[in-house]
């Protein structure tokens, strides 16, 4: 990468107008506004009719309680719109937004009950279940109507030239809803002047990030520094590079540059809900750190939560299993086959799946792996074949569907699996896990995971085990959450499945 000064039109072309916030909180109302309204229509749709068989919409239409929440949301979103703009990842978001939406979900239901003297429950439930949904969309939808219009996009510099620089220019790329549109690595002054962005060892999850990215030396000069007043600077050194740090952030003050993140280099501490307590003029942060899975409420909560969902799952799409027995048993094989995994704990299971591949396809993969080098190597490498001569037309379908994996919803009932955990692998695959295998075993495999919506078949091994022991250490409900809310999307877009 080459090195340059900072190109003025870079740090002026994307220059925030006035303008720009007002037109981000007009996007961001309006959605939540055709939240509110497609609930609306959906309760007229579904509640429309009264016990007597007449239309119900003008009293659905007159009645006050769903306007004045809907006021309510609008005042609440006016008084902190600066939360309501701000650039979270994805996760963050969404929890604010659960949060937001039970506190007036029972404000709806108390109105009711003042207003009305009773609570209409069928419009209540279907109202606040279709807006659990509506509004992640909505927002969702927002953030790509203020990418498209270009008013969302931030230019930013990552100030860094070592392994938490790239983890931080991964970590901003894979959130592109947060607007942090990273052109520039600075390297930063003589503490550590190697003046290029490198790894010292590879990083599972940081794929080549750096396409499109140039180098540029930390220079003092004021043009340069007026022109840092418009971009957004992430400072990401290593541990090593305190002093230079302090220094920055000196720097960056004394000439009124305030939009600054720092990430500091806490690769592989767990993150998900850490307590941070600082001390009376000390410099000093003390962090008090959470493995939820350790947590025996956590792991009750997790299991409720898995044999709530995939009871009702299995009554729902029990139609659909009987129409793909017979579909699956016409060449004579079995309709459910199971191969055995390594759970919690280190307690084999057979987990279970629709049949996909031919009847004799031991016997094809022996054959194929005996005159194909390649296919061999392949295998070897990821225990997968893209090109697998065993599976057939119908069961192509299933994988790329990701139907074939529905079976495991007996696993999850039976506790051998969750519906979110790591991917579940065989004894051999163990041994690729090596220091991170502890954390694969606290916690049952799951039938989607952080592997599944990070690019699943499509990432190497290493991301496996990273994001395998990353989900582990950082476990929470909303990461559940968020992964089953990603899930849909990945299987919908059939990204990685083969």
């Avoid at 109202?127 to 270009?150: D, E, G, H």
């Avoid at 969902?309 to 079995?334: E, H, N, Q, R």
């Avoid at 280190?346 to 799946?353: I, P």
């Avoid at 190497?460 to 559940?480: G, Q």
Wanted: with cysteine; charged share 20%; net charge positive.
């Amino acid at each position: 990468m080459t090195q340059a000064a900072i190109s003025p039109r870079l740090a002026e072309r994307r220059k925030p107008r006035a303008s720009n916030t007002s037109q981000q909180y007009l996007v961001v109302a309006v959605g939540d506004l055709l939240a509110f309204g497609a609930a609306a229509v959906l309760v007229l749709l579904t509640h429309g009719r009264s016990a007597g068989g007449d239309s119900a919409l003008p009293d659905l239409m007159q009645r006050s309680d769903h306007w004045l929440i809907v006021a309510a949301w609008l005042v609440w979103f006016m008084a902190v719109k600066q939360v309501c703009v701000n650039r979270k990842p994805f996760s963050a978001e969404l929890q604010q937004l659960v949060v937001a939406l039970v506190c007036f979900a029972g404000i709806d239901i108390a109105l009711s009950a003042v207003v009305h003297g009773k609570t209409a429950s069928g419009e209540w439930v279907t109202r606040w279940l279709a807006l659990f949904v509506l509004m992640p969309l909505a927002r969702s939808l927002s953030r790509r109507l203020l990418v498209a219009m270009q008013l969302w996009q931030r230019p930013t510099l990552v100030i860094g030239n070592g392994e938490n620089a790239l983890a931080t220019l991964a970590a901003l790329r894979s959130e592109p809803g947060m607007g942090f549109d990273v052109k520039l690595f600075m390297v930063p002054p003589p503490e550590d002047s190697t003046g290029s962005v490198q790894l010292s060892r590879p990083q599972p999850a940081l794929a080549p990030v750096c396409e499109g990215i140039r180098t540029v030396p930390w220079s003092d000069q004021p043009a340069q520094l007026k022109r840092l007043r418009n971009m957004h600077v992430v400072i990401a050194l290593e541990a090593s590079q305190r002093k230079t740090r302090e220094a920055l952030l000196r720097r960056l003050t004394q000439n009124g540059i305030m939009d600054v993140h720092v990430v500091p280099a806490m690769r592989g501490v767990p993150l998900h809900g850490l307590e941070a307590s600082q001390f009376f003029s000390q410099e000093v942060l003390l962090i008090q750190l959470h493995t939820n899975l350790r947590n025996q409420a956590y792991q009750w909560f997790k299991r409720a939560f898995d044999v709530v969902v995939s009871t009702v799952l299995l009554t729902l799409l029990f139609p659909l299993f009987v129409y793909l027995y017979f579909k699956i048993t016409a060449d004579g094989g079995p309709f459910i086959y199971g191969h055995t995994r390594v759970g919690r704990n280190g307690v084999a299971f057979q987990c279970l799946k629709f049949r996909t591949m031919v009847v004799n396809s031991a016997d094809v993969l022996a054959e194929l792996l005996a005159r194909d080098p390649v296919a061999r190597a392949e295998w070897e490498k990821d225990f997968k074949l893209k090109n697998d001569p065993r599976v057939n037309r119908f069961g192509s379908f299933l994988r790329r569907s990701s139907i074939d994996e529905l079976p495991q919803l007996w696993n999850v009932l039976r506790g051998d699996m969750s519906l979110v955990g790591p991917r579940p692998v065989v004894q051999a695959e163990l041994a690729r896990y090596q220091d991170d295998v502890a954390y694969y075993l606290m916690s049952r495999p799951g039938m989607t995971g952080l592997w599944q919506v990070s690019g699943r078949n499509d990432v190497d091994y290493c991301a496996r085990v990273y994001f395998d022991a990353w989900y582990v250490k950082n476990w929470s409900l909303w990461t559940d959450l968020v992964i089953l809310f990603k899930t849909v999307g990945v299987v919908l877009k059939r990204a990685g499945a083969y």
